[in-house]
C-alpha cells in the first residue's frame, strides 16, 4: 500500500519544480543529524534508511549515515529489526508502526491530497518528537529556517528551509540531485571545517582553498571559509561538537535547554516528551499522578536505554575490545554526570546501586556494622520511609544501638526543639528524608545537619523524593551520605545513587564480594579496590545508569530551579481545588512541601477511591505508601496520594477534583 507521503518519483529540470519527497528525506535527513536534535534518529521511510548517528568521528558518522566508507576499524552493525521504538500495546507484531510517520498514541489520519512544497519537512516528520531542540520548535522546517541566516551576499536567505537551497543549488546544476551526492559534500565540507583535508583529493564542489563552491550560494548561508565559534553552523550535519567526536552521542551534554528559560514554563512542549502519557486508560486521557512512586520516561531516556542495547551492550571495565570500552565510557560519563548534578566534589564519591532502599543498606550495613556499639543512638524522623527505617532496625539489633524519632506538629513539619533534645553524645548517627513520600514535607536538613554536627555523628540524606524537584549540592549541605532513585528523576528503575564523603568511604568495608570489587584474590587473603569500586560487586546496570545520564541531562536542560517553581504553584493550585470539597481531609500541610498531597475521603476505602479515579483515567497511588508511622500519627492507616512533576498541568489537577467531587454521589 503506498504510504500517503510517498510520490511518484519526478526528475526536475530548474529550480521551480520540486520534488517534494526528495526535499522531505533531505530536510528529514538534515535535522535529525544536527547536534540539538533528539538522541535517536527520526525515520524517513523505514528502518534500514535511518541514520545511524553513532560513528565516534565526523568521517565515520558521515559514512554511517550514507552507507558509503567508514574507518577501517569500524563495523556497521545490522540494525535491519531492532525494535528501537516499538508500538505501544500487549501485541507488538512489529517494530514500528505500520505507518512510520505517526506514533501509536497520535491516531490516524485519513489519506490526503499531497500537500504544496512549504510543507515538505512537516510531511515526514509531523507530530513526531524532538525532545532536544533548542528553542522550543519541534518542526524540521522552524529548525533548518532557524540555522539559515541572511547575509549581504545572500539576504533572501532569512526564513529559507536549508534543504529546499540545498536542492535548488543541487538540481540547478544537473537536474537530477541525489543524497548521496549532497551528503558526500556536506562530509567534505565538515572535514574542511575540522581541518581534516590530508591526502584527499577535491571532491565535487569544493575547493580547499577556496571553501564551498555549490552553484548560487554557499553551502552554508554565511559561511565565511573558517569555523567561528560565533556561529550556530547547521553543519556539523554529521560535525560532532569539538571535543566530542569519540563520546557516545546519547551521553552528550547539549548546550541549549530542552525548554526555552523564560517565565513561562512550556509545559505543552515537554509534555509531547513523554509518550506514556499519550494514551487512554478506559476510553479516557491518562492523568499520571503517581510520580512519587516513579516518573515516566522521556524519549531522550528511552531511545538511550534502547541504543545502548542495540549498539554498545557489553560489561564494563575488563574486556579488552571496543564495545566493552564504549560501555565503560558511558558507565563512567554517567557517574561524572551525577557528581555534577548533586554537587559533589570527586566522581569516586558516586556510588551505583539498584536504588534508594539499597542504598541506605549499603550504609547501614557496611558503617553501621563497623562502628555501631550497645548503647550508640540513631536519630530518625517519623517521616521516613520503610527503607529509612527497617535497614537502622536491623543493624541495631545485630550491634546493640537504639533508635531514637524525631516527632512532627500538626502539619507534618519536623519540631526542631525537640530534634535537638534528642541529640547527645551517645548518638552516633542521624538518617533522615529530604522531603517525606507521603506527606510531601520538606524537612530543613541543611539546618538539622549543622545541629548535629556538634556531636561526633554521621549524617545521611534520603533524596528519594526531593532530588527531581529542589535543586541539591551536597557539599553545601555537608552531609556525609546522599542517596536517591533513577526511576523518581525520570530514569530508569533498577539503577540509583549513594554519594559518600570520600574520607568516610575509605573507612567503610565492602557490603558485597565479587567481582569488580577486587584487587587480587588468594584463598589465603583478598585485596580490595579503593572506592566506589569496592561497592559495586558484579555486573551492573550499565544501560539503566546510561539512561540516568540521559535523564539528569533532561532535566538539567530544562532546569530544577524552574521545575521547583512551576510545581510550587501546581502544589499550591491542587491544594486549593481539593481543600473546597466537603467531606475532603488532606494529610499533610506543611508550609513547604513537594509536590504530595494525601487526603482521604467520607471515610470512604483508599483503595476503592484509586479504582473509581483510575476508571476516569487518573492514576494514583493508595495504600500506606511504605510510610506507616507517620500516617498512624494523624491517625489513619492510609490515604489517597495524588503527586506531581513537572509534566502535569491545571487542566489535569480539575480532572481530578471533578472526579473525586463525583466519587461522593456514588
Known amino acids: 500500500m503506498t504510504r500517503e507521503h510517498e510520490y511518484p518519483d519526478s526528475r526536475v529540470n530548474g529550480s521551480e519544480e520540486l520534488n517534494p519527497v526528495f526535499i522531505a528525506r533531505l530536510a528529514s535527513r538534515l535535522f535529525n543529524e544536527l547536534p540539538e536534535a533528539g538522541s535517536l534518529p527520526k525515520f524517513e521511510t523505514d528502518a534500514e534508511h535511518a541514520p545511524s548517528g553513532l560513528a565516534g568521528s565526523v568521517r565515520e558518522k558521515a559514512a554511517i549515515a550514507e552507507g558509503t566508507e567508514r574507518s577501517p576499524d569500524y563495523e556497521q552493525p545490522d540494525l535491519s529489526g531492532l525494535p528501537l521504538l516499538q508500538p505501544h500495546g500487549r501485541e507488538r507484531k512489529s517494530v514500528f508502526p505500520e505507518n512510520p510517520e505517526e506514533l501509536y498514541f497520535l491516531g490516524t489520519r485519513e489519506e490526503k491530497e499531497p500537500e504544496p512544497l512549504e510543507h515538505h519537512a512537516n510531511k515526514l516528520t509531523e507530530q513526531q518528537n524532538y525532545s532536544e531542540n533548542g528553542n522550543r520548535s519541534h518542526d524540521i522546517d522552524e529548525a533548518l529556517q532557524r540555522n539559515t541566516s541572511s547575509s549581504p551576499q545572500n539576504p533572501e536567505a532569512e526564513g529559507t528551509c536549508y534543504a529546499e537551497k540545498l536542492y535548488r543549488n543541487f538540481s540547478g546544476e544537473d537536474q537530477s540531485p541525489g543524497l548521496d551526492r549532497i551528503f558526500q559534500s556536506l562530509r567534505h565540507y565538515a572535514e574542511l571545517a575540522s581541518g581534516d583535508l590530508s591526502g584527499k583529493p577535491p571532491v565535487h564542489g569544493y575547493q580547499a582553498s577556496a571553501g564551498p563552491a555549490v552553484p548560487g550560494a554557499d553551502i552554508y548561508p554565511g559561511w565565511t571559509g573558517e569555523p567561528d565559534a560565533k556561529q550556530k553552523p547547521l553543519l556539523n550535519a554529521f560535525g560532532l561538537p569539538s571535543g566530542l567526536a569519540d563520546s557516545h552521542y546519547f551521553l552528550r551534554g547539549k548546550?541549549?535547554?530542552?525548554?526555552?528559560?523564560?517565565?513561562?514554563?512550556?509545559?505543552?512542549?515537554?509534555?509531547?516528551?513523554?509518550?506514556?502519557?499519550?494514551?487512554?486508560?478506559?476510553?479516557?486521557?491518562?492523568?499520571?499522578?503517581?510520580?512519587?512512586?516513579?516518573?515516566?520516561?522521556?524519549?531522550?531516556?528511552?531511545?538511550?536505554?534502547?541504543?545502548?542495547?542495540?549498539?554498545?551492550?557489553?560489561?564494563?571495565?575488563?574486556?579488552?575490545?571496543?564495545?566493552?570500552?564504549?560501555?565503560?565510557?558511558?558507565?563512567?560519563?554517567?557517574?561524572?554526570?551525577?557528581?555534577?548534578?548533586?554537587?559533589?566534589?570527586?566522581?569516586?564519591?558516586?556510588?551505583?546501586?539498584?536504588?534508594?532502599?539499597?542504598?541506605?543498606?549499603?550504609?547501614?550495613?557496611?558503617?553501621?556494622?563497623?562502628?555501631?556499639?550497645?548503647?550508640?543512638?540513631?536519630?530518625?524522623?517519623?517521616?521516613?520511609?520503610?527503607?529509612?527505617?527497617?535497614?537502622?532496625?536491623?543493624?541495631?539489633?545485630?550491634?546493640?544501638?537504639?533508635?531514637?524519632?524525631?516527632?512532627?506538629?500538626?502539619?507534618?513539619?519536623?519540631?526542631?526543639?525537640?530534634?535537638?533534645?534528642?541529640?547527645?553524645?551517645?548518638?552516633?548517627?542521624?538518617?533522615?528524608?529530604?522531603?517525606?513520600?507521603?506527606?510531601?514535607?520538606?524537612?530543613?536538613?541543611?539546618?538539622?545537619?549543622?545541629?548535629?554536627?556538634?556531636?561526633?555523628?554521621?549524617?545521611?540524606?534520603?533524596?528519594?523524593?526531593?532530588?527531581?524537584?529542589?535543586?541539591?549540592?551536597?557539599?553545601?549541605?555537608?552531609?556525609?551520605?546522599?542517596?536517591?532513585?533513577?526511576?523518581?528523576?525520570?530514569?530508569?528503575?533498577?539503577?540509583?545513587?549513594?554519594?559518600?564523603?570520600?574520607?568516610?568511604?575509605?573507612?567503610?568495608?565492602?557490603?558485597?564480594?565479587?567481582?569488580?570489587?577486587?584487587?587480587?584474590?588468594?584463598?589465603?587473603?583478598?585485596?580490595?579496590?579503593?572506592?566506589?569500586?569496592?561497592?559495586?560487586?558484579?555486573?551492573?546496570?550499565?544501560?539503566?545508569?546510561?539512561?540516568?545520564?540521559?535523564?539528569?541531562?533532561?532535566?538539567?536542560?530544562?532546569?530544577?530551579?524552574?521545575?521547583?517553581?512551576?510545581?510550587?504553584?501546581?502544589?499550591?493550585?491542587?491544594?486549593?481545588?481539593?481543600?473546597?470539597?466537603?467531606?475532603?481531609?488532606?494529610?499533610?500541610?506543611?508550609a513547604s512541601k513537594v509536590g504530595v498531597l494525601s487526603f482521604v475521603l467520607n471515610n470512604l476505602p483508599n483503595e476503592e477511591v484509586g479504582k473509581l479515579l483510575d476508571r476516569e483515567g487518573i492514576a494514583v497511588r493508595a495504600g500506606h505508601h511504605c510510610t506507616q508511622p507517620s500516617l498512624r500519627h494523624f491517625g489513619v492507616e492510609g490515604t489517597v496520594r495524588p503527586s506531581l512533576a513537572f509534566y502535569n498541568t491545571r487542566e489535569e489537577i480539575d480532572r481530578l477534583a471533578d472526579a473525586v467531587r463525583n466519587l461522593r454521589y456514588r
Open 255 to 590: 548546550e541549549q535547554p530542552a525548554v526555552s528559560e523564560t517565565d513561562v514554563f512550556d509545559v505543552a512542549t515537554i509534555r509531547r516528551d513523554f509518550p506514556v502519557l499519550h494514551q487512554k486508560i478506559h476510553g479516557r486521557d491518562l492523568v499520571w499522578l503517581d510520580n512519587a512512586a516513579t516518573t515516566q520516561k522521556p524519549w531522550s531516556v528511552i531511545n538511550a536505554v534502547s541504543n545502548f542495547y542495540a549498539l554498545d551492550n557489553s560489561n564494563i571495565h575488563r574486556g579488552a575490545h571496543t564495545l566493552a570500552a564504549r560501555s565503560t565510557d558511558a558507565y563512567e560519563a554517567t557517574r561524572e554526570k551525577v557528581r555534577q548534578f548533586i554537587g559533589a566534589s570527586s566522581a569516586s564519591e558516586i556510588i551505583f546501586v539498584r536504588g534508594t532502599t539499597e542504598g541506605i543498606n549499603l550504609v547501614a550495613q557496611s558503617w553501621g556494622r563497623r562502628f555501631l556499639q550497645p548503647g550508640d543512638e540513631i536519630v530518625l524522623s517519623i517521616l521516613e520511609h520503610h527503607a529509612n527505617i527497617v535497614p537502622w532496625q536491623m543493624v541495631a539489633k545485630e550491634t546493640g544501638a537504639r533508635i531514637k524519632v524525631i516527632p512532627v506538629n500538626s502539619r507534618g513539619e519536623i519540631i526542631l526543639d525537640e530534634y535537638t533534645k534528642l541529640l547527645g553524645p551517645r548518638t552516633r548517627f542521624v538518617s533522615l528524608t529530604q522531603a517525606s513520600n507521603g506527606l510531601g514535607t520538606i524537612l530543613p536538613v541543611k539546618e538539622m545537619i549543622r545541629i548535629a554536627r556538634r556531636f561526633d555523628v554521621k549524617i545521611l540524606i534520603d533524596g528519594a523524593q526531593s532530588v527531581a524537584h529542589i535543586p541539591v549540592n551536597v557539599q553545601d549541605l555537608d552531609a556525609d551520605f546522599f542517596v536517591f532513585s533513577g526511576h523518581k528523576i525520570f530514569a530508569p528503575t533498577g539503577i540509583g545513587v549513594v554519594y559518600g564523603k570520600r574520607e568516610v568511604l575509605e573507612t567503610m568495608p565492602p557490603w558485597q564480594g565479587g567481582g569488580n570489587m577486587i584487587r587480587d584474590v588468594r584463598f589465603e587473603e583478598t585485596l580490595y579496590n579503593g572506592v566506589p569500586a569496592k561497592f559495586e560487586a558484579g555486573t551492573p546496570s550499565v544501560a539503566d545508569a546510561v539512561g540516568l545520564g540521559a535523564a539528569l541531562d533532561y532535566v538539567r536542560k530544562i532546569g530544577l530551579e524552574h521545575i521547583s517553581r512551576y510545581e510550587h504553584d501546581l502544589t499550591k493550585y491542587a491544594t486549593e481545588q481539593l481543600q473546597e470539597i466537603p467531606g475532603l481531609r488532606i494529610i499533610g500541610t506543611a
